[in-house]
């Protein structure tokens, strides 16, 4: 605790993001990476965007980039925002359009970084209890509000939530935004891009994060209404004028013309997912149904702590909550090759 901080920052509960560990031959299934490469055509693009031009700053607006994902969701450029990954496209929604007088609404088991914004920039909250099965239950959301937020599939259970639930939601809720985090949705859940022209309260933010495979690259969008996307970017310009750079910029276009290598490594994650449920329900685990690249899974006698310790001692990394202790007996497990999944399955049945 320094006197030099600002008040603000003696307040701060900053957020914890899982560990990269600095091992060699780990089974790393604790951050939801995807355990395949980017498209090759990725790579590509990265290595003819490494050229003198690299002295000039980048498009400060990534036209080029906006272009490109308006395409692949039927939308027009001024319905688009890009930010250095999602968690920077969210950090400006809580900013730009989630801070009013009355509270903002989530789940109170989601994605942890919401409290944290929160916390950031003053925005009063309230978390609503997921239902006994972990589902969201849209009609406690029926409440006087500055905003709701919660990703779909949710995270860290990846339950999805279907798309009929989310058009009852805004059809009732039209008077605040609502902002659907689909950092995962690729993976098995209906998308609400859908409804974006039906609804201008409607946000949907992604991630190349995940079902791209450049957590590394650092690229995430918003979708909705211009009037939303002007918001977002009015809060963008008064705080850094290029969140993508050079590389960011050719990597994430590759990545988003090459529609083939997206739908094969989705399609893969997909198929190694159902497999290691069906071998981890065999072995007494419940398994909450899953729309993402993890699953949540809890064993009926062994602790979700122990469990996840016993597992990194044989060089597999798995993520564990601790609290709230609704979810302490669970282990949030990425979805990896089908090779990691049987190195995992092997060590559960040894430690068991
Ligand atoms: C629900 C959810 N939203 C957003 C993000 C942020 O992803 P990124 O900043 O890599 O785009 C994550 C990352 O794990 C997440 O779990």
Redesign the pocket.
């Known amino acids: 605790m320094s006197k030099l901080w600002s008040d603000i920052v003696h307040k701060l509960t900053p957020y914890v993001p899982g560990e990269q560990p600095k091992l060699d031959n780990l089974v790393k299934l604790n ?2 990476e995807n355990p395949y490469g980017p498209s090759p055509k990725v790579l590509e693009a990265l290595k003819l965007e490494a050229t003198d031009s690299l002295r000039l700053y980048p498009d400060p607006n990534s036209d080029a980039l906006k272009a490109e994902i308006a395409e692949v969701h039927h939308l027009n450029t001024n319905q688009v925002f890009v930010g250095n ?6 950090a400006h929604t809580f900013q730009a359009l989630l801070k009013h007088d009355k509270p903002l609404l989530f789940p109170d088991i ?2 942890s ?1 919401y409290p944290v914004y929160c916390g950031l920039y003053g925005i009063e909250y309230k978390t609503l209890p997921l239902a006994d099965d972990f589902s969201i239950n849209i009609d406690d959301y029926d409440q006087p509000n500055g905003g709701i937020i919660f ?1 779909n599939p949710n ?1 860290p259970t990846g339950i999805p939530l279907a798309l009929v639930e989310i058009e009852k939601l805004l059809k009732k809720n039209t008077q605040s935004v609502v902002v659907i ?1 689909e ?2 949705v690729d993976f098995g859940t209906e998308s609400a891009v859908s409804l974006i022209n039906r609804y201008p309260n409607l946000l949907v ?1 992604h ?4 079902a791209r495979s450049l ?1 590394g690259l ?3 969008y918003a979708l909705g209404s211009s009037d939303l996307i002007e918001a977002l970017m009015r809060v963008k310009d008064s705080f850094n004028s290029y969140p993508i750079d050079r590389f960011a910029s050719a990597g994430a276009i590759a990545a988003m013309q090459d529609s083939t290598y997206f739908e094969q490594t989705c399609s893969k994650v997909i198929k190694t997912r159902e497999a290691l449920v069906s071998e981890l329900a065999d072995l007494g685990f419940d398994v909450l149904p899953s729309g993402a690249n993890f699953i949540f899974a809890k064993h009926p006698v062994k602790d979700g702590a122990e469990l996840t310790a016993k597992l990194r001692e044989k060089s597999i990394v798995v993520r564990h909550f601790k609290s709230p202790s609704r979810i302490s007996a669970y282990l949030r497990i990425t979805i990896g090759t089908e090779a990691q999944s049987e190195i995992l399955i092997s060590a559960i049945k040894s430690i068991l």
């Open positions: 951050t939801n990954g999602s968690d920077e496209v969210l989601t994605y970084f990703p995270a985090d950092a995962y933010t991630t190349l994060s995940k957590a650092r690229v995430g």
